[in-house]
């Protein structure tokens, strides 16, 4: 990508309005656009990925699986390899939620680099939630529950970004 920051700023105007309705489910209700930001922000700072390509779509990856975004319009927008990237990342919300879980293990090992790197920051910043910020509704037994699905999709891409997967690895160390 020639011009990295021009096409950033797009993909934050983009994923900001169309999060525009959308909270996270913590006790304050968080706006949703803080989540994707905080993605790119631990991959840039924290896992050295310098690729913008990869740092674009960590801001889009909840794009279409919570909001009406399709894959043409991320394609269309912002070219093929961006859109390919958060497809890989995005669950068949046509599945049951048990299913989708178990996809995620079954798929991690095989997606992309770029995908996986998503990913991981995906659920690091998903633990860190959860211990720091957890679901105003969610008991701890269903917080635990989470914690141990989400190593169990970060086991399958263990040697992908040594960094990132110690911080995972820690924030889990700090779980209730
Ligand atoms: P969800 O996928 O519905 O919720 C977790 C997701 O919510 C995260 O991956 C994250 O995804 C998003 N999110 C939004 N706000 C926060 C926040 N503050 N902290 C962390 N994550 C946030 O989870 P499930 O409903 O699948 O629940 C997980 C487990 O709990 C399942 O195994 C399920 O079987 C079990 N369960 C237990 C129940 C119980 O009462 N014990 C009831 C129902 C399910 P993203 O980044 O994509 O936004
Ligand atoms: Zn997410």
Excluded at 16 to 38: E, F, G
Excluded at 41 to 62: C, F, S, Y
Excluded at 82 to 99: H, Q, R, Y
Aim: charged letters at 30%.
């Amino acid at each position: 990508m020639n011009e990295p920051l021009p096409v950033l700023f797009h993909a934050l105007e983009f994923a900001a309005h169309k999060h525009r309705d959308q909270r996270r489910k913590d006790v304050d209700a968080t706006p949703y656009i803080n989540h994707p930001i905080q993605l790119a922000g631990l991959l840039a700072r924290e896992g050295g990925v310098k690729d913008p390509v990869i740092l674009v779509a960590a801001i889009l990856h909840d794009t279409v699986e919570d909001t009406e975004t399709t894959a043409a319009e991320l394609e269309r927008e912002f070219g093929p390899a961006i859109a390919a990237i958060v497809m890989e990342v995005t669950d068949d919300k046509s599945l049951l939620k048990a299913e989708r879980k178990r996809l995620q293990v079954e798929h991690a090992a095989h997606i992309s680099h770029g995908a996986k790197l998503v990913k991981l920051a995906d659920k690091i910043c998903n633990v860190r939630d959860m211990n720091r910020a957890p679901p105003a509704d969610w008991n701890l037994a269903r917080r635990r529950e989470y914690f141990d699905w989400a190593r169990d999709v970060v086991d399958k891409m263990r040697g992908t970004n040594t960094r990132l997967e110690a911080l995972f690895d820690q924030e889990l160390a700090r779980r209730p």
